[in-house]
């Protein structure tokens, strides 16, 4: 659901999903989301379960110009 909003997203700057096991699936949901969203500058994602979602995630930094810090750790 987040995801789905941060689409579209025109307000908010950080998001803080630290420690959310969020698991591969929602790191491609993510990584979908960051080529759309053009507000968001600060995305921390410490101690997640990434797995291969991490490739998507690194993909999608290309396309987004307007993330200024992300944060991926363990």
């Known amino acids: 659901v987040i995801v789905q909003m941060l689409r ?3 307000t908010i700057v950080l ?3 630290f420690e959310n ?3 591969e699936e ?3 949901e ?3 989301m960051l080529k759309e969203n053009t507000t968001l500058k600060r995305l921390r994602t410490d101690n997640n379960k990434m797995g291969r979602g991490i490739l998507d995630m690194i993909e ?3 396309v987004n110009t307007t993330l200024q810090s992300i ?3 363990k």
């Open 8 to 10: 579209t997203n025109k």
């Open 15 to 17: 998001v803080d999903i």
């Open 21 to 23: 096991e969020m698991g």
């Open 26 to 28: 929602v790191t491609r």
């Open 30 to 32: 993510f990584a979908e």
């Open 60 to 62: 999608a930094l290309r």
């Open 71 to 73: 944060t991926f750790g």
